[in-house]
């Protein structure tokens, strides 16, 4: 099993540096992809990006293509979601999911982002 913990959330404004962190213990993170998802208020979770642990590949959503960049640093088990230009609509609960090549998945419970000039 993989457990998950999401910090660095918090009332930000729109410039400036802001990263999230997802700390993992448990199992080795070398067969699994880690996601960052959010929910914003009243609407569904999405997919925000997903990096490989393997050899680093990120995958991002259009809507944050260019802004967000997702990191590894396999010493440390952890996955980092750096967050620029962002925008009041990136205003979420930005969870950590951990997924396994054979399908086994694992959440935090998610640390909010409000962003607000």
């Known amino acids: 099993q993989v457990q998950l913990v999401e910090s660095g959330g918090g009332l930000v404004q729109p410039r400036g540096s802001l990263r999230l962190t997802c700390a993992t213990s448990?199992?080795?993170?070398?067969?699994?992809?880690i996601g960052w998802f959010r929910q914003a208020p009243g609407k569904e979770r999405e997919g925000v990006s997903c990096?490989?642990?393997?050899?680093?590949?990120?995958y991002y959503a259009d809507s944050v293509k260019g802004r967000f960049t997702s990191s590894r640093d396999n010493a440390k088990n952890t996955v980092y979601l750096q967050m620029n230009s962002r925008k009041p609509e990136d205003t979420a609960v930005y969870y950590c999911?951990?997924?396994?090549?054979?399908?086994?998945?694992?959440w935090g419970k998610g640390t909010l982002v409000t962003v607000s000039s």
């Open positions: 999911n951990a997924v396994h090549l054979w399908g086994m998945d694992y």
């Open positions: 448990g199992e080795t993170l070398e067969h699994y992809a």
């Open positions: 990096i490989s642990i393997a050899d680093g590949t990120t």
